[in-house]
């Protein structure tokens, strides 16, 4: 019986001393965090160190200037080349087809045909405006409007006859892309800007309509 009580007073008597160290540990440990802190606090006063700055915070912070990197001037639109014969030949079917249309009571697709040939020969007897574009550290600037990166997706080249076409697609529903005129000169400058905010879009099959619009599609390989 005495035996079986010493073993048990040794149990409490050990399980005693280890809380009392563990409880000596957490105060050691609070301390030392106290100390540690008191000492960081007296290094920012003096100037010692300075305090750890919020990484995301810093990120929001961040300010791009909108300094011009690339400008360039070209024409604001592809020009048409006006052919009387071309033209008479044009307005002649598009009169059968309103004269049909007239039958049948389509009065708003007479409309549109009528506003179409008014707008080819305004653009094939008028010249392009000339205007200037710039590549910015913040977007593309045109017509006095500012572009920026985060509404882009993508660019490519393209080149009809002797023109060469810039087209950016945004992420924008109007206007879903960017068309630019350029010359074989500044092409280089301007992919080289591009590249390193925007992909490269790679076609593999082009459409027929934009082939008619804006023409050959120019992979990056021979860019």
Same mark, same amino acid.
């Given at each position: @019986?005495?035996?079986?009580?010493?073993?048990?007073?040794?149990?409490?008597?050990?399980? @005693?001393? /280890?809380?009392?160290?563990?409880?000596? /540990?957490?105060?050691?440990?609070?301390?030392?965090? *106290?100390? *540690?802190?008191?000492?960081?606090?007296?290094?920012?006063?003096?100037? *010692? +160190?300075?305090?750890?700055?919020?990484?995301?915070?810093?990120?929001?912070?961040? +300010?791009?200037?909108?300094?011009?990197? #690339?400008?360039? *001037?070209?024409?604001?639109?592809?020009?048409?080349?006006?052919?009387?014969?071309? #033209?008479?030949?044009?307005?002649?079917?598009?009169? +059968?087809?309103?004269?049909?249309?007239?039958?049948?009571?389509?009065? #708003?697709?007479?409309?549109?045909?009528?506003?179409?040939?008014?707008?080819?020969?305004?653009?094939?007897?008028?010249?392009?405006? !000339?205007?200037?574009?710039?590549?910015?550290?913040?977007?593309?600037?045109?017509?006095?409007?500012?572009?920026?990166?985060?509404?882009?997706?993508?660019?490519?080249?393209?080149?009809?006859?002797?023109?060469?076409?810039?087209?950016?697609?945004? !992420?924008?529903?109007?206007?879903?892309?960017?068309? #630019?005129?350029?010359?074989?000169?500044?092409?280089?400058?301007?992919? +080289?800007?591009?590249?390193?905010?925007?992909?490269?879009?790679?076609?593999?099959?082009?459409?027929?309509?934009? !082939?008619?619009?804006?023409?050959?599609?120019?992979?990056?390989?021979?860019?």
């Amino acid at each position: @019986m005495n035996k079986e009580l010493n073993d048990l007073a040794k149990i409490i008597s050990g399980e @005693m001393a /280890l809380e009392k160290k563990e409880a000596a /540990l957490e105060k050691a440990k609070k301390q030392a965090i *106290e100390n *540690e802190k008191n000492d960081r606090r007296r290094k920012v006063v003096k100037g *010692e +160190v300075q305090l750890e700055k919020d990484s995301l915070v810093e990120e929001e912070k961040k +300010v791009v200037q909108n300094i011009k990197l #690339f400008e360039w *001037e070209a024409p604001d639109r592809y020009e048409i080349s006006y052919n009387t014969k071309y #033209f008479m030949i044009i307005v002649a079917l598009s009169l +059968v087809l309103i004269l049909l249309l007239a039958i049948l009571g389509h009065y #708003f697709l007479m409309v549109a045909i009528i506003a179409m040939l008014f707008l080819i020969y305004v653009l094939g007897t008028t010249k392009p405006q !000339k205007v200037t574009h710039r590549v910015t550290a913040r977007g593309i600037d045109t017509g006095n409007k500012l572009y920026e990166w985060y509404i882009m997706k993508n660019f490519y080249f393209t080149k009809k006859q002797d023109q060469l076409f810039l087209i950016v697609d945004t !992420k924008l529903n109007l206007p879903g892309a960017l068309l #630019f005129l350029l010359s074989e000169k500044d092409k280089d400058a301007i992919f +080289v800007l591009l590249q390193d905010k925007l992909l490269y879009k790679d076609i593999r099959k082009q459409g027929w309509l934009e !082939k008619l619009n804006f023409g050959e599609y120019i992979p990056l390989d021979k860019v």
